[in-house]
């Protein structure tokens, strides 16, 4: 099992910067590729970034491109999401997931899953 727990949401103002941090136990975090997803109130969960078990290969979704950036430190065994530019269309939960597979990441298909964290942009 992978347990998974996102921190670093909160409001903020359009315009402004946060950075969402995963911290992630019970396996070797480096044998996981990671990633970001979102859910808006009556939405989807939708795919936001990836990167892979190295980090050498990142993927973003077209709304996130040039604003965020995912990254990750395997040796504090924690994935990070900097947000910059937040629009209110950003308001959601932020949830992290892993998987073995980074393709898997980007189809939604992780096995594991974090509890989420509020991010609140306002206008």
């Known amino acids: 099992q992978v347990q998974l727990v996102e921190s670093g949401g909160g409001l903020v103002q359009a315009g402004g910067s946060l950075r969402l941090s995963c911290a992630a136990s019970g396996r070797t975090f480096s044998n996981y590729a990671m990633g970001w997803f979102r859910q808006a109130p009556g939405n989807k969960r939708d795919f936001v970034a990836a990167i892979s078990k190295s980090g050498g290969s990142t993927d973003y979704a077209d709304s996130v491109k040039g604003r965020f950036t995912i990254s990750r430190d395997n040796a504090k065994n924690t994935v990070y999401l900097q947000m910059n530019s937040l629009k209110p269309e950003d308001t959601a939960v932020y949830y992290c997931?892993?998987?073995?597979?980074?393709?898997?990441?980007?189809?939604?298909?992780?096995?594991?899953w974090g509890q989420g964290t509020q991010v609140t942009v306002s206008s």
């Open positions: 997931a892993a998987s073995t597979f980074l393709p898997a990441i980007v189809a939604g298909l992780s096995a594991y």
